[in-house]
């Protein structure tokens, strides 16, 4: 499983921001220093946000943000960032966003398998509760194990 190769290294816990461009930017940051994506990808969500409205965030303290390949994405990856307070998105019922899930694709297909597993994790509301405040990276990733 895909989710099994996150490390704590790929999360981030109790972030401040002071608005949603802030924690896309915040979010993405580890991203961009692995080599995972350009710069140019963090400007791709944050320009998709304002051309389409805050669609990748798709419940209730969640968003799921991405890009398209093309905006930057250099391999596959995760990167997982709870924010507390949390950060509106002007997305309606859906907000505050607790957690960002920021992901990096290199195609329309490769992260199929990855979205399947995490729609187990997000799926569970009781789960997604504790990985919302989860004290530190380390008791985030056995959550998500």
């Known amino acids: 499983m895909l989710l099994e190769t996150i490390t704590t290294n790929d999360v981030q816990i109790g972030l401040h921001a002071s608005d949603w461009e802030d924690a896309i930017r915040q979010a993405a940051a ?8 350009q710069p140019s990808y963090i400007e791709g969500m944050i320009d998709s946000v304002h051309q389409n409205g805050p ?34 998105f002007g997305a309606g019922a859906n907000d505050p966003v607790r957690l960002i899930i920021t992901l990096a694709a290199t195609d329309p297909n ?22 919302f405040s989860a004290a530190s990276p380390e008791e985030f990733c056995a959550l998500l194990g």
Not at 30 to 37: D, F, H, N, Q, V
């Open 30 to 37: 580890p991203l961009t220093a692995s080599g995972a994506i």
């Open 110 to 131: 490769s992260h199929i398998d990855l979205l399947g597993e995490l729609a187990e994790v997000l799926m569970d509301d009781s789960r997604m509760q504790q990985l």
């Open 55 to 88: 669609y990748f965030v798709l419940a209730k303290g969640l968003a799921l943000a991405h890009a398209r390949p093309e905006c930057g994405a250099v391999r596959l990856a995760l990167n997982f960032t709870t924010f507390d307070p949390p950060v509106s």
